[in-house]
């Protein structure tokens, strides 16, 4: 069992920032056991979208709408995984979800609940 605990949300004024951070824990020894780590988001009436993303090697993704201005990295040390927001626009309002992906024989793919992220003008 894989846990992923989101946190970092909150509400901001356009062009403020935000850095979620998302913790693994459970029966794994460090995030290298995931093959790829990410954040999506939804709001409301709209399907969730992939945001950003990260592999086990450091290679990111990001959607065309942030890039520029939100920044995956990992920190292994704390088995966590942190979105820095910046230049925050009010479309960028939804819930955030962190998710884990491990391919293969020992395939998992894990989400945490959730966090709210509300961008005012």
């Known amino acids: 069992q894989v846990q992923l605990v989101e946190s970092g949300g909150g509400s901001v004024q356009a062009g403020g920032s935000l850095r979620l951070s998302c913790e693994a824990s459970g029966l794994i020894f460090s995030i290298d056991y995931f093959h790829y780590m990410g954040w999506y988001r939804q709001a409301p009436g709209h399907q969730r979208e992939l945001v950003a993303s990260?592999?086990?090697?450091?290679?990111?993704d990001y959607a065309d709408s942030v890039k520029g201005r939100f920044t995956i990295s990992r920190d292994n040390a704390e088995n966590t995984v942190i979105l820095q927001m910046d230049s925050l626009k009010p479309e960028d309002t939804a819930v955030y979800y962190c998710n884990a992906k491990r391919l293969g024989v020992s395939a998992l793919d894990s989400w945490g609940q959730g966090t709210q992220v509300t961008v005012s003008l």
């Open positions: 990260i592999t086990s090697g450091g290679r990111t």
